[in-house]
């Protein structure tokens, strides 16, 4: 198995002040801690560690709680989002028409694995349920673009339209 490579954090001093105004702005409500996750992943991308233990440190709240709320809820990452996010449906019927092998052919292109963002911050790749469209079984998302029923020998000419 190929070594997950991660960027390192590039937080800024400007980013982290919006993050204690949000933070601030929560502070004294019942249930703040999925509203501050929400906002401080607008503010960076992400939530990496170093902006939970600033949470964690701020409401005093322990990062294994935090880290629990991160990533039981499939809409915070822990990793960095592409410019071109790619989403390979997983979905039943997706699966079932091969997206498992699509999926795999888009990690071999890349060289990366799901979850992550290349280190030139232009993929990212994210397995995702269903996307409601399975008369287009096999598809992939790149942002907005959608591409259906999909083969494994399309693939590399999909990527290097965003290459």
């Known amino acids: 198995m190929n070594e997950v490579k991660v960027a390192p954090f590039k937080g800024t001093k400007e980013q982290e002040a919006e993050l204690k105004t949000v933070i601030d702005k929560y502070r004294d409500t019942n249930g703040a801690l999925i509203p501050i996750l929400h906002e401080a992943q607008e503010i960076y991308g992400y939530l990496p560690l170093e902006v939970q233990k600033i ?80 008369g287009l079984a096999p598809v992939i998302t790149i942002n907005e673009d959608v591409y259906g029923k999909l083969t494994e020998d399309q693939v590399d000419e999909i990527l290097s339209k965003y290459k």
């Open 55 to 134: 949470i964690s440190e701020e409401l005093n709240i322990s990062m294994a709680e935090i880290y629990g709320v991160v990533t039981f809820y499939t809409q915070f990452s822990l990793y960095p989002k592409g410019e071109y996010k790619i989403g390979v449906c997983l979905g039943t019927a997706c699966y079932v028409k091969g997206s498992g092998e699509i999926l795999e052919k888009i990690k071999r292109n890349l060289n990366m694995e799901v979850g992550t963002c290349s280190e030139d911050g232009r993929f990212s790749i994210d397995a995702t349920r269903c996307i409601g469209a399975c």
